[in-house]
């Protein structure tokens, strides 16, 4: 992986040392959700389009590549151009796109 030019005023090493247990906490919390998620019962579709696109962004996390966060922004963001036809029933939003 080539490191991209620096934007960081702190070294590596101090990004690491103040921010690593909080991102390795949020980790975990992931993992534990997953883990929920392939335990609970079925109650619809054996998959759902958001833990599919969950697992893309995972992917691209762990690519080695730069620019993960505007890559899985991108990947979990809705491309669509054309309004819907109603929001009726719509209690939210989806976090990532159906399609």
Do not use: N, Q, W
């Not at 719509?90 to 796109?97: I, P, Q, R, T």
């Amino acid at each position: 992986m080539t490191a991209p030019e620096s934007t960081c005023p702190a070294p590596r090493s101090k990004v690491v040392e103040l921010y690593f247990l909080e991102h390795r906490a949020k980790l975990i919390d992931i993992a534990s959700f997953l883990d929920r998620v392939d335990r609970a019962p079925a109650d619809g579709p054996e998959t759902d389009f958001r833990i599919e696109a969950f697992h893309r962004a995972l992917a691209i996390l762990s690519d080695g590549r730069a620019e993960r966060a505007r890559r899985i922004l991108e990947a979990l963001s809705d491309h669509s151009t054309e309004p819907i036809d109603s929001a009726a029933g719509l209690k939210g939003a989806f976090g990532a796109s159906p399609e």
